[in-house]
């Protein structure tokens, strides 16, 4: 199955607060997850990217938190600011052509 | 480089008439995408090309769809007849041989 499940839909969370969005797959032969951030009227850009041989990266605020067996990971947003307020989508790819199979997305209000 | 272009960033057209977008990859790149948005189903691979030559079209919705890469700096998608359900904001991304889609700003399409 190629589908990657995203939650939560929607995601509003105080400046300060740390924003969590999960995302869930199927199959196996992923081998790089990552996640971009969209702004609206703008196209999708690469926010952090991890691979399965690792647990968690993490750059900046952001992290990825990786459960290779569960076949989850997450996006972790520490000290959530107004300008991280976004449409987040978490991918999956795999093979030479790196097609992405992206989630439905979670839109993030952070609160000032 | 100025990233990926896409034109028209907008088109209003009536139903039946032919849509063609545009797109212009970022030089060196040597994969393209074109991707469809919509509320409903979210990020969409419709088809990608390789060295411009498509490799997979299994995303392209129907008949109507149709898309070229005449040469390594221009892309066409094309819908003919379009229809109001063909509304969606369409996405061309381009990536060389390391594994991050870069993303153009997208052309909103409305069918009336």
């Known amino acids: 199955q190629q589908q990657v499940k995203q939650s939560p839909q929607s995601l509003i969370v105080q400046k300060g607060g740390i924003s969590i969005i999960n995302c869930a797959y199927e199959n196996t032969a992923f081998d790089y997850f990552p996640w971009y951030q969209q702004f609206p009227g703008k196209g999708p850009a690469l926010l952090i990217a991890?691979?399965?041989?690792?647990s968690e990266k993490k750059e900046g605020r952001f992290t990825i938190s990786f459960n290779k067996s569960a076949k989850q990971f997450s996006l972790h947003i520490m000290d959530s600011q107004p300008g991280d307020s976004a449409t987040y989508f978490c991918a999956a790819s795999s093979g030479s052509a790196r097609q992405l199979t992206f989630g439905s997305g979670t839109q993030l209000t952070v609160l000032p | 480089d100025a990233g990926v272009i896409q034109s028209p960033r907008h088109e209003v057209t009536e139903m039946g008439q032919e849509v063609t977008l545009r797109c212009k990859p970022i030089?060196?790149?040597?994969?393209l995408f074109w991707y469809r948005q919509t509320m409903m189903r979210g990020l969409e691979l419709l088809i990608y090309?390789?060295?411009?030559?498509?490799?997979?079209d299994s995303g392209m919705p129907e008949d109507r769809f149709s898309a070229k890469m005449p040469n390594a700096s221009f892309s066409t998608l094309k819908i003919q007849p379009s229809e109001p359900r063909d509304s969606a904001v369409y996405f061309c991304?381009?990536?060389?041989?390391?594994?991050?889609?870069?993303f153009g700003p997208g052309t909103r399409l409305l069918v009336l």
């Open positions: 090309f390789n060295n411009n030559v498509p490799i997979d």
């Open positions: 030089s060196g790149h040597d994969y």
């Open positions: 991890i691979r399965p041989d690792v």
């Open positions: 991304a381009s990536r060389d041989g390391q594994e991050t889609q870069y």
